[in-house]
């Protein structure tokens, strides 16, 4: 299972720290990763981590300003979202993947085709003008 909060209603320019919750599997055998879709659109990657020696990838669009972490103590992986668009508002998602897949699991982020194996509910984030 994967719970998502942190989500809500920010202005320009604000942040946000979304937490995902991670149990039911083990943590440190799962890549992390986070997705958004915004109304209208198809969902796309955000942010991975690798569980193994902690390599990130994030969407060109949010690099710079996003940050993915994770505390494998707390089975929890974060992403801190600083400078918030209007354009970065959807419903973001978070997925795990095992750690073998990092590869296929980064090049989700990039566009590629690959469905990781574990989906949160999602959480909103709106970010007003």
């Known amino acids: 299972q994967l719970e998502e909060s942190g989500g809500g209603w920010v202005q320009t320019g604000e942040s946000l720290k979304l937490s995902c919750v991670v149990s039911g599997v083990s943590f440190d055998e799962y890549v992390t990763g986070w997705f958004r879709q915004a109304p209208g659109k198809e969902r796309e990657g955000v942010s991975s981590m690798n569980s193994d020696d902690g390599a990130t990838i994030y969407a060109d669009s949010v690099k710079g300003r996003f940050t993915i972490s994770r505390d494998n103590a707390k089975n929890t992986v974060y992403l801190q979202m600083d400078d918030l668009k209007p354009e970065d508002t959807a419903v973001y998602y978070c997925?795990?993947?095992?750690?073998?897949?990092?590869?296929?699991?980064?090049?989700?982020?990039?566009?590629?085709?690959?469905?990781?194996?574990?989906w949160g509910q999602g959480t909103q984030v709106t970010v007003s003008s």
């Open positions: 997925a795990a993947t095992l750690r073998g897949s990092w590869s296929l699991a980064a090049g989700a982020i990039q566009g590629e085709v690959y469905e990781y194996d574990y």
